[in-house]
């Protein structure tokens, strides 16, 4: 059984109007149908543009976000159903690294009270010096830290302080939503290889979200690409990097350049068009249509795509009628020109 | 009185004291740069005159504010300033300088007990609306704004002539316009803490509510607070002040209220200009000290500054 598993999980936010008399008008789908599932020990990747949902995702998951249909999972438990309280006694399984660190931590907090505050929160008994210090040992702090306030460390020094908090209480699932893009490049590699060191030591469960791919494709065993708030492709990650098979992902990798000039200048790269569209009003048929080098008359912009297996490719699942033509190049894209002339559907 | 109200600003510093080890951090920095900037030690001097002139009155002033001396008193003439009375005698004779002194208790004393009746009551009602939000929010913002659209002013004098004109209706009429900017502030405070990633942090952890809201959110919803309260006994001086000028303030021609003062002069404003000068200067002086001092800790306190 799955540690984790999601499905059909929306998060719809309402968009009022009104002063006095609110009434609601439309709903933003930032997540908007997901099934994922992860095994125990392993690291799903999720990518995908900002404004994709990946965030709210992730809280969505760890129960932060009111989940408005679907299911989440933990260890076979629905995690909707539980009470308040076994919801709060739960939460010690799954933690959350969070994006900004600095942000993330209270800044009227010595670190000791930072790392002591899940550990009171959850009945255990104090002093907690000793564990406080062998959080900081295993993130890699002096202990010397515990005495001190967030702003007085560097952005990779609060990450880790971060990290020490979300594995005081020994979970088993953690969440870390982008947690290494509000850090120096030359930080990112550090902090990235903690989290791998501290996977084996505690043997961790992790849903790495972020936008970098680079990241993502070395922590992660596998890896979702998400695109307005929907799955469109889940694979192994190096089959994902060697092949991968739904446009928007093919456009994201292409999107990365390859340190030789030569080969770069004869790579063919899929250029996307235009931007994000509106979550409150997703495209017809497919999400992906309106951006699509690939999209076929009707069927993209009719029928919505189901996350499938296609033939030939074992392993991988994508949300696109047209996976197999597409991987065996039947399907060209569409230069930017002529598709910047052509009506939008 | 006025020793009362020494003693509460001591029990409030050292209170802060207390707290102090947790929040070590925003308030030692923020004290750091207050000592190295100019505009916080200029209001602080300031701040710190006006507070020893109001608790040690009795000491310093030459004369009782109430002691008549006729001496060179003659109708249209006032003497002025003198080796006896530096400042010169009022309309009827009093010493001025003793007056002056004797006035800045008033004022410290209106404004303290006005501000803190404002802050309390504000502070309730934001923290009520903050915490909860949703329809107790909606509520309490909705008289919040009733009580901020009658101009405050108007809402002072009407609570002036509602309670008769009593130096404790000052402090109500002022009490009763500090509320509603209070409990804005608060609010709008607490509302961004609570969307901040430290208190998600926090339910993540499977932190209880209520544990979020006194621990992590509202302890980092007060600074502007405390910037609002220095500059609030700034205005809360000038509108006891205004008050008094307009006649609603205590009826007790004993009282050397400032305001009062400055308006009981108006008819001799021609014979006697300076009579109108000191009052008016000493409001000045003690606004602009705690006016100074509050700019300074907004400056000090500002997160941006911090990074």
Same mark, same amino acid.
């Given at each position: ?11 719809? $936010? ?59 999972? $933990? ?46 929160? !959850? ?29 007085? $460390? ?56 972020? !936008? ?75 999400? $992906? !249509? ?30 696109? !009628? ?24 | ?6 003693? %509460?600003? =001591? ?6 004291? =207390? ?15 207050? &000592? ?7 209001? #602080? ?15 310093? =002033? ?9 001496? %060179? ?20 004779? &009093? ?16 404004? +303290? ?17 903050? #915490? ?8 309490? *913002?909705? @008289?919040? %704004?009733? *009580? @901020?659209?009658?101009?405050?002013? @108007? ?6 002539? /509602? ?27 607490? /509302? ?7 208190? @998600? ?7 209880? &509510?209520?544990? +979020? ?12 607070? +405390? ?24 009826? %007790?021609? =004993? ?27 000493? +409001?000045?002086?003690?606004? *602009? ?19």
């Amino acid at each position: 059984m799955s540690l984790l598993e999601v499905r059909g999980l929306q998060v719809h $936010f309402p968009i009022k109007r009104g002063i006095v008399l609110e009434r609601t008008v439309g709903a933003v789908r930032a997540v908007d149908g997901v099934d994922l599932a992860v095994e125990r020990g392993r690291t799903l990747g999720i990518v995908g543009e900002s404004g994709c949902g990946k965030s709210t995702l992730g809280r969505a998951i760890l129960q932060l976000e009111p989940v408005t249909a679907g299911t989440v999972a $933990f260890d076979g438990e629905d995690l909707a159903r539980l009470k308040p309280t076994a919801m709060r006694a739960m939460r010690r399984r799954m933690q959350m690294v969070f994006q900004d660190p600095l942000a993330s931590l209270d800044p009227r907090q010595s670190v000791a009270s930072v790392l002591s505050e899940p550990l009171r929160t !959850h009945g255990e008994k104090g002093p907690y010096d000793k564990r406080v210090r062998e959080l900081l040992d295993l993130v890699g702090l002096p202990s010397s830290a515990a005495s001190r306030y967030p702003h007085e $460390f560097s952005g990779g020094q609060r990450q880790r302080v971060g990290i020490a908090r979300a594995i005081a209480l020994s979970p088993e699932l953690i969440v870390a939503d982008e947690p290494v893009s509000a850090l120096d490049v030359s930080i990112q590699a550090q902090v990235v290889n903690l989290l791998e060191e501290l996977q084996e030591r505690l043997s961790l469960t992790y849903l790495v979200i972020a !936008h970098d791919l680079a990241v993502v494709r070395h922590i992660s065993d596998d890896i979702a690409v998400m695109y307005l708030g929907t799955i469109v492709e889940v694979a192994p990650s190096e089959d994902l990097y060697a092949r991968p098979l739904h446009p928007y992902t093919i456009a994201l990798l292409s999107a990365i350049p390859i340190p030789d000039p030569e080969v770069e200048d004869r790579r063919e790269r899929v250029l996307l068009r235009g931007d994000l569209p509106s979550a409150a009003d997703p495209p017809s048929g497919c999400r $992906f !249509h309106t951006r699509c080098p690939y999209r076929q008359p009707t069927r993209c912009d009719d029928e919505v795509p189901v996350l499938r297996t296609p033939e030939g490719f074992p392993g991988q699942a994508v949300a696109c !009628h047209w996976a197999e033509q597409v991987a065996s190049g039947q399907l060209r894209p569409a230069s930017s020109p002529v598709v910047a002339t052509a009506p939008d559907g | 009185m006025s020793l009362t109200a020494g003693a %509460d600003l =001591a029990a409030g510093s050292a209170d802060s004291g =207390a707290t102090g080890e947790q929040a070590a951090g925003l308030y030692r920095d923020a004290f750091r740069r207050l &000592r190295r900037s100019p505009t916080a030690i200029v209001g #602080a001097a300031l701040v710190a005159l006006f507070v020893f002139v109001a608790v040690f009155a009795p000491l310093l =002033a030459p004369y009782s504010p109430t002691a008549v001396d006729l001496t %060179d008193i003659r109708p249209g003439v006032f003497p002025g300033p003198s080796a006896e009375h530096p400042l010169g005698l009022d309309q009827l004779g &009093r010493d001025e300088l003793s007056r002056i002194i004797y006035g800045a208790r008033y004022s410290l004393l209106i404004g +303290i007990v006005s501000l803190s009746l404002g802050a309390v009551v504000g502070l309730a009602l934001g923290l009520l609306a903050g #915490a909860f939000g949703g329809w107790v929010d909606g509520l309490v *913002m909705r @008289l919040v %704004d009733i *009580m @901020l659209a009658v101009p405050s002013l @108007l809402l002072a004098i009407g609570v002036a002539a /509602l309670l008769g004109p009593r130096l404790l209706s000052v402090m109500i009429a002022i009490a009763v316009v500090n509320v509603p900017i209070f409990a804005r502030l608060l609010r709008g405070s607490m /509302l961004a803490q609570r969307r901040s990633d430290y208190a @998600l942090a926090a339910r993540s952890l499977g932190v209880t &509510r209520g544990r +979020i809201v006194l621990q992590h959110v509202f302890p980092n919803s007060l600074a502007p607070v +405390i910037v609002q309260g220095t500059l609030a006994l700034a205005t809360a001086i000038i509108e006891a002040a205004g008050l008094a000028f307009l006649g609603l303030g205590s009826a %007790d021609p =004993a009282i050397p209220e400032w305001g009062r003062m400055l308006a009981e002069t108006n008819a001799f404003l021609a014979s006697a200009p300076l009579l109108a000068l000191w009052p008016g200067l000493a +409001i000045v002086l003690s606004v *602009m000290g705690f006016y100074l001092l509050g700019e300074a800790l907004r400056e000090a306190l500002d997160p941006k500054l911090r990074r």
